[in-house]
């Protein structure tokens, strides 16, 4: 396994009026390729503003962040966006699919954003959904297709550009217990391999045990880290 | 992405067909407004227009408009015709009276005397009656709009006699003429007829119509005209201007079409701009995700700005038509008569519409641009 990830520092302030409130306190961490890395935590806790960082869309105050060996938060603006866009694929709780296209049209958005023909996308996103055991919906709109069968488009969507890392952001939460558990097999069997890595923020303690690992967050801090959370945590 | 872009845009139906609304009424009401402000105005130089057989009018000094002036006595004619320059120059009358109908409607007319000989100043086109029946005595051309206001629409008002200023009027036919601003009704006849018909003092004739010589310049003309004789003379297309320019400052046409065409881009800028901010606002966490996949923001105001030309170019389209359809969609209608839609007035509603649209379309991206990519997780 290499490092997919390095966080070397990094602190994070927002302004809230006339104060300063410090969210991050300087995490140090690194992931690792080839695993399922779980970020979990209360509200507040950080984990959404640590995944944004990670992700090259949130800007630390301090310290640096290494994502496959490029230091993201030296890049350009636009730099840092084309890096996103080849290097990074996402998963969002309410899986903001566009309701106006279809799946297949929604999974192919990252290749037509990055300048891939219309119809080649579409092709592609369609063999992706099929592997995804959808693809008798790839011609149905967000609307008429379940819960689960949305967050499979999501991955879809996420996974169709081959990124080398995945962020998925409580990708259980609007699921039922075994839809939550069957998309995160999804991910593990077709997101993992041995140069990507997966990070998944998550307080859904019904999909724990399917960790690589488990980063545990409080008050801006990393608490825990291991393959399970220490008792007393959940 | 401008596929993307507009596959959002057309799949949210309400939003897309409001904005496509406000658009087309918005061009629709700018349009057409100013159509009809032109064409009114353009009927202020109508009986200029209607006389192509003299380039220059003279008139009494204080002479401004077709209908507003003070008679010249007839040694005027003679004093025209006698300036270098003037190939040929003819007497008009142009008077008011009164008319009574064989069913006893009673209507105010201007009455128009044409030269006896050349009956310069009669509308080219006859639809009913020919030229030559205005030799017989107490005969009268009445313009179309004029018989169809006083008979309603039929198809033959020769031979119907009128009582005009207590005299005996037989009307021999219609010409079709371009109506005047106030659009009454005219009656042409001979100057000597006229002059039976429209009592007054010894100053009768309104104006001296003059053809210039060949090849010379009508201004120059004009002005051998107002040296020699002390009249006014203007040249066809000042005089016409004239008649426009009368009617702009005296009435409170411009005022009122120009605050019209401005509620029309207020009403545009209204509808569009909230229609357009709803449906960033709808789907603002869809452009943040794109954002956050890899979006730039140039692909995104290149997204907003392929929506905005969508949604510009069918609305300016269905606008542009329905104003077409409202000029000239009733047919003969009388009101209409003559309109035309000057090529600068689609250009004007053009550039009207891409102010609105951008204008609305840098309100709602400006929410899209601000927001942070980041905002997608929260």
């Known amino acids: 396994m290499n490092t997919a990830i390095t966080i070397d520092q990094v602190v994070k302030e927002f302004k809230v009026g006339d104060n300063v409130l410090r969210v991050l306190h300087g995490i140090d961490v690194e992931v690792r390729t080839g695993e399922l890395t779980y970020l979990v935590g209360e509200s507040g806790s950080g984990k959404t503003t640590l995944i944004s960082i990670i992700a090259g869309i949130l800007y630390p105050t301090q310290g640096n962040v290494h994502v496959f060996g490029t230091d993201i938060y030296s890049l350009s603006d636009n730099d840092l966006v084309k890096f996103r866009l080849k290097t990074i694929g996402f998963i969002f709780q309410q899986y903001n699919l566009l309701p106006t296209l279809t799946a297949a049209e929604n999974a192919a958005v990252p290749l037509i954003a990055a300048g891939v023909p219309r119809a080649e996308a579409v092709d592609r996103a369609r063999v992706l959904l099929e592997k995804l055991n959808i693809g008798n919906q790839a011609d149905k709109f967000p609307r008429a297709m379940s819960g689960g069968q949305q967050q499979r488009v999501a991955i879809a969507r996420a996974l169709v550009h081959e990124p080398q890392l995945v962020v998925c952001d409580e990708p259980t939460a609007a699921l039922d217990a075994k839809s939550g558990r069957r998309v995160m097999d999804l991910l593990r069997e077709v997101a993992l391999a041995a140069d990507r890595a997966v990070i998944i923020v998550t307080h859904d303690n019904r999909i724990f045990d399917l960790a690589d690992r488990i980063l545990a967050m409080e008050d801006g801090r990393i608490t825990s880290d291991g393959a399970s959370l220490p008792a007393g945590h959940d | ?378």
């Open chain 2, 1 to 378: 992405m401008n596929w993307i872009a507009l596959r959002m845009l057309t799949g949210d139906r309400v939003k897309f067909l409001g904005l496509v609304f406000g658009i087309a009424f918005s061009t629709l009401l700018i349009t057409q407004q100013l159509t009809v402000f032109v064409n009114l105005l353009m009927r202020g130089a109508s009986a200029v227009y209607e006389v192509p057989t003299a380039n220059i009018w003279v008139m009494d000094k204080v002479g401004r408009t077709p209908d507003v002036t003070l008679p010249l006595p007839t040694t005027a004619l003679d004093k025209v015709r006698g300036v270098p320059g003037v190939a040929y120059a003819v007497p008009l009358l142009r008077a008011n009276a009164t008319i009574r109908t064989p069913d006893g409607k009673v209507e105010g007319v201007g009455v128009v005397g044409l030269d006896d000989a050349t009956l310069i100043g009669l509308p080219r086109v006859m639809l009913e009656g020919k030229r030559e029946a205005l030799a017989a005595p107490d005969s009268v051309f009445i313009d179309a709009v004029g018989a169809n206001k006083l008979f309603g629409r039929r198809t033959n008002v020769t031979g119907i006699v009128l009582e005009l200023n207590d005299r005996r009027a037989v009307i021999a036919g219609v010409t079709d003429a371009t109506p005047t601003f106030t659009s009454g009704v005219i009656l042409y006849t001979r100057y000597s007829n006229a002059l039976n018909f429209v009592p007054g003092t010894r100053k009768r004739m309104s104006f001296v119509l003059a053809q210039t010589e060949g090849g010379l310049a009508p201004r120059a003309v004009a002005d051998e005209i107002q040296n020699r004789t002390g009249l006014r003379a203007r040249t066809s297309a000042e005089f016409a201007k004239d008649g426009i320019d009368f009617i702009v400052q005296n009435t409170g046409i411009p005022i009122n079409f120009g605050i019209t065409v401005v509620l029309g881009v207020i009403v545009g800028v209204a509808i569009v701009g909230l229609t357009f901010s709803l449906f960033i606002r709808d789907n603002i966490k869809q452009f943040g995700a794109l954002k956050a996949i890899g979006v730039t923001n140039g692909k995104i105001r290149m997204m907003v700005a392929a929506q905005s030309a969508l949604v510009a170019l069918i609305g300016y389209g269905i606008g542009l038509f329905l104003a077409a359809l409202f000029i000239w969609g009733p047919g003969d209608v009388d009101a209409f008569k003559g309109f035309y839609i000057p090529w600068q007035i689609p250009v004007i509603s053009a550039v009207l519409t891409i102010v609105m649209i951008l204008l609305t379309g840098v309100i709602a991206l400006r929410s899209v641009l601000k927001m942070e990519p980041a905002e997608v997780f929260r």
